[in-house]
């Protein structure tokens, strides 16, 4: 799994001012009805992930007339990513349903990738490592663009929040 890692300033809201600050998650909890704990490993990668969503991100749900921050859960059904969006106290603020259907492709592609990856680790040269690494952030890349566009007119993230989103898909789907 990749975590974003790259640029910006760490904490909450970075520069922006409250309004900036407003725009953001929280918190990011799983529905353990729909996505049940795996192995240890897998668990540890999804608690990255949402650790480092949490700690820097831009998330809007649009047309929200009182501006967050927010919390979101995120749930699997039928075969569809629920993104149920509250205020830090509860109240709800949207629900989203997004097909994972078009992620499919990215997400084979993105594990066979770093399969690759880590057996180069064991045994290429640096240089090898390098090419597959930037094959992999260029699928991680892909797969958050298209994150983006499917969350157009729903919820408004920029592209480094779209990174750490879909690094968290990955780690739902990932298998060990």
Known sequence: MESSGEGGAAGHGGTGGPAAAARRLV????DEASIARTTRDIDHERAIA???LVEENTFAPVGDTEDGPYKLTLAIRERRLV???TR????PVATHLLSLSPFRGVLKDYFLICESYYQAIRSASPSQIEAIDMGRRGIHNEGSQLLMERLEGKIEIDFDTARRLFTLICALHWKG
């Open 50 to 52: 949402i650790y480092d």
């Open 27 to 30: 918190a990011v909890t799983l």
């Open 83 to 85: 993104l149920d969006i």
């Open 88 to 91: 830090p106290d509860g109240r």
